[in-house]
Each structure stands twice: as structure tokens, then as C-alpha cells.
DNA sequence: GGAATCATGTAAGTAGTTACATGATTGA
DNA sequence: TCAATCATGTAACTACTTACATGATTCC
């Protein structure tokens, strides 16, 4: 029964590629995992809990080094959470549909009576977008700077991308859209 | 304090529209509503409930009808929820972040360790989106070929038209994405 | 008569957000 | 010394899904 949560899935492959604490993974969720994925740290810290009783992972930081000057709990990754985590990465996607989108809802159920507030939405939602697609060419230029290339950054380079492109469609139908309701 | 539902509104929108029971707006849900938004029946009906007691909506199959032969809950909007819905509708959107996406995640954690697991997501989901495109099309031309159009007709394509372009755009970056893995 | 679909609801449980709460450390 | 940020957690609450439950109607 129920939804499965992927917060745990989320946390493992963060822990795959590198050992960190709870605040350093809620820092890459606001940051670079935000292009495609969110944790509330609400939601973070009770999973790591959980993950530590499965024996998914450990925690490096000793219990009597803590809590001792400046040291937060470090977690790394147990081979049993590897396991699960490669076993996770294999299954089919589960989540297909389409989400939520509130500014196709305003639209639909708006249009009608009141044009000039849908396109206030449009144009709200294409000022977004601009801003997004500022913030990931910066994001893709700084990337590039860097000469050393390898298989994750192509992998960042992909993620951001994706949000590039889908920002810029965005932007076109939101033009098309404008078109249509000022006609 | 916490995430508000918006499931109200999805009612409020809908009965705006036309009156009907709570079945036919579980099959408008899952027909073409599903292109930007979902429902469960089992968060419909109390909502349902709920907005009776505000007085949002009122039910026009009297009591004393129920529950002779065949007579499901008709619902109307009343002038109150209009007022409630439309002031709704003119708040900015608050949702503007970008959803999880779960195949981003799975691709980002998994990249490096299984690239044929990763184009086999790919693979699948443009299959997906490939037959999303076949049937936003399909239904895009039975919209045109009506003779009568309108206000409602025209947002109606706009909303299939975004899923077509969303689509084609997703299509578009696997096929980049497949050959940056293969490479 | 039996299957599909019409039709409405409730129950149980998970997922998730936000606010509350606390305290240490760093640097201006 | 004060603000920002590092750092971890819990509490309260809402949202949501799925399964359970029931019964009428329609059409073959």
C-alpha cells in the first residue's frame, strides 16, 4: 500500500559519491540536486535515522568524538546500501504521469473570464524562466571553465541542460499562449 | 504553517464549468485534466463534503430524491465559490520550483556506475513521451475538426499543445543524453 | 446471470512541509 | 558582540494514495 518515499534513495546515492553530513547533503539539495530533486531537512534528518537502524549506512563520526568541538555526524554508505541503492537505480521509473502544473490550472479554468490575469501569470512565469536559464548558463559556464572533464560532470552537464531546454519551450508556449489570449 | 491543497479549487474549477457529480469530475480528472493535473477519488469526496459545509458548492439532486432510482449528487457551484475560485485565480502561482523528476535522479546517481541502465530509462521514456505526442495528436485533430470553436476550445489546445511541445522538447534531450552516455 | 461501469464513500497509512527548538562556530 | 551560518533534531499538521467497502444499473 502507499507511496514509496525516494528520500532514501535520494540519500544513498548522495552518500555514494562522497561521505557527508546531514547539512552538507540539505546544502546539495538546495543546490544542484534542486534542478531535479527537493528534501525538506524535516524529512532528511529522521530518514538518516532510519538508514543507520537498517544498517543502509553508518555513521564515521564516533559517538565519543561527539559531541566534542565542531563535529557534525559524517555518514558514508555501507555496501548493503549500495546494494540497495543499485538495485533501486535499475527498476523502471515508476513515476510516468505528467505532474502538477498550478499555471495550467489558473489557465484552463481562468481563460475565459479574466484574459488579462492569465497572461499576468504568463508573463510572471516567463520572467521565472528567464531567470532560470540565467542561472544555469552561468552554472554550464563555470562547468566548462573547468578543463577537467570526466563522466560526472558530463552527468551535471546533462541535468542542467534538461533544465535548460525544458525552461526554453516553456517560454516558447508561454508566448504562443499570450498570443492566443490577446486575440 | 503547512502546504495548502488545491484540490478545492480543481472542484471549484471544474463545476465553474458545469454541474456534476462527483463521478463525472473523477472522469474529467482522468481524462483531459490529466494533462496538467490529478486527483484520487478518496481526496474528492471529502473535499466535496467540505465545500458543501462552506457553502462553496450546494447539491441540486434534493435529499428527498435520493436514493430512488439512478440519481447521483449533482453539485453547482454557488456565487460564493465563484468568488472564492476566481480570487484564487488571480493569486500568483505559488508552485514555481521544478518538480522531481525522477528519472533526472536516477540518472544523475547512476551515470557513472551503469550506463546501460541508464540508456534503458532513457529508451523507455521516450517511448513514453512517443506515445503521449500520439495521443495529444490524435486528439488535437478531433478538436479541430469540429467546426465551432471558442474561448474554451482554444485553451483546451493550448493546454495539448504545451504537453506536445513539453514531450517533443523531453524526446529531444534523451536522444542528447543517450549519445553523451554511448559515447 | 454476470461483467463492466456507474456511483459514493471511509479507513489506514505514508509522505511531506513548516514551525519550533537548540546550541556551537566563524568572522566582521 | 552580534549576525550569519553550521548543525541537528522534533512536533504538529496537511496532503495524498491505496485499499476496503458497498450497492445500483446497464448491456450482453
Known amino acids: 500500500m502507499a507511496r514509496k518515499s525516494r ?3 535520494a540519500i544513498l546515492g548522495m552518500l555514494d559519491q562522497k561521505e557527508m553530513c546531514g547539512y552538507d547533503m540539505i546544502q546539495k539539495i538546495k543546490g ?3 534542478n531535479f530533486w527537493s528534501e525538506s531537512h524535516g524529512q532528511l534528518y ?4 532510519k538508514l543507520l537502524k537498517e544498517e543502509l549506512i553508518t555513521c564515521i563520526t564516533p559517538e565519543e568524538m561527539r559531541p566534542t568541538i565542531k563535529s557534525p555526524k559524517v555518514y558514508k554508505i555501507t555496501s548493503k546500501g549500495r546494494k540497495v541503492l543499485h538495485e533501486w537505480l535499475e527498476l523502471p521509473i515508476e513515476t510516468l504521469q505528467s505532474p502538477r502544473n498550478e499555471l495550467l490550472l489558473k489557465l484552463y479554468f481562468s481563460g475565459k473570464h479574466d484574459t488579462k490575469g492569465s497572461i499576468a501569470h504568463l508573463e510572471y512565469r516567463k520572467v521565472w524562466a528567464q531567470k532560470r536559464i540565467a542561472y544555469i548558463d552561468t552554472k554550464i559556464a563555470e562547468l566548462k571553465a573547468k578543463k577537467k572533464t570526466g563522466p560526472s560532470q558530463e552527468l551535471t552537464l546533462l ?8 525552461r526554453k519551450t516553456e517560454i516558447e508556449w508561454c508566448n504562443k499562449a499570450v498570443k492566443v489570449l490577446k486575440k
Chains 1, 2 share one sequence.
Open 159 to 166: 541535468v542542467l541542460e534538461h533544465g535548460l531546454m525544458m
Open 46 to 49: 529522521p530518514t538518516l535515522a
Open 7 to 9: 528520500t532514501k534513495y
Open 32 to 34: 544542484f540536486i534542486n
